[in-house]
């Protein structure tokens, strides 16, 4: 089973830009559908981003459209969320995701196994 390992998030004025990572270890990510997910306070988490690793495609929700990008170290077994034009609403914990049963990109975090322990994204002045 794969193990992740959020990191790279923290404290940024509205308009910056963070890098999150998503580290893998038990299991290469070949073959793989991970998610970005992100949970705000008192509301639902959410699937914002993900990446089909046998291919590279990747798919982004409406909100974060333009703004952030997902990519993929092969070598380093990660994957990462370059966020860009951060803005005070996209405050929240940072999850990364996967599940070996996936073969196509889903928001919906129930369908995902595995997950990392999150990682603190704060937008603000």
């Known amino acids: 089973q794969v193990q992740l390992v959020e990191s790279g998030g923290g404290l940024v004025q509205p308009g910056g830009s963070l890098r999150l990572s998503c580290a893998a270890s038990g299991r290469t990510l070949d073959y793989y559908v991970i998610g970005w997910f992100r949970q705000a306070p008192g509301k639902e988490r959410e699937g914002i981003s993900c990446i089909v690793t046998s291919d590279d495609s990747t798919y982004y929700v409406d909100s974060v459209k333009g703004r952030f990008t997902m990519s993929r170290d092969n070598a380093k077994n990660s994957v990462f969320l370059q966020m860009n034009s951060l803005k005070p609403e996209d405050t929240a914990v940072y999850y990364c995701?996967?599940?070996?049963?996936?073969?196509?990109?889903?928001?919906?975090?129930?369908?995902?196994?595995?997950w990392g322990q999150g990682t603190q994204v704060t937008v603000s002045s």
């Open positions: 995701a996967t599940d070996p049963r996936l073969r196509y990109c889903d928001y919906d975090p129930t369908v995902f196994g595995s």
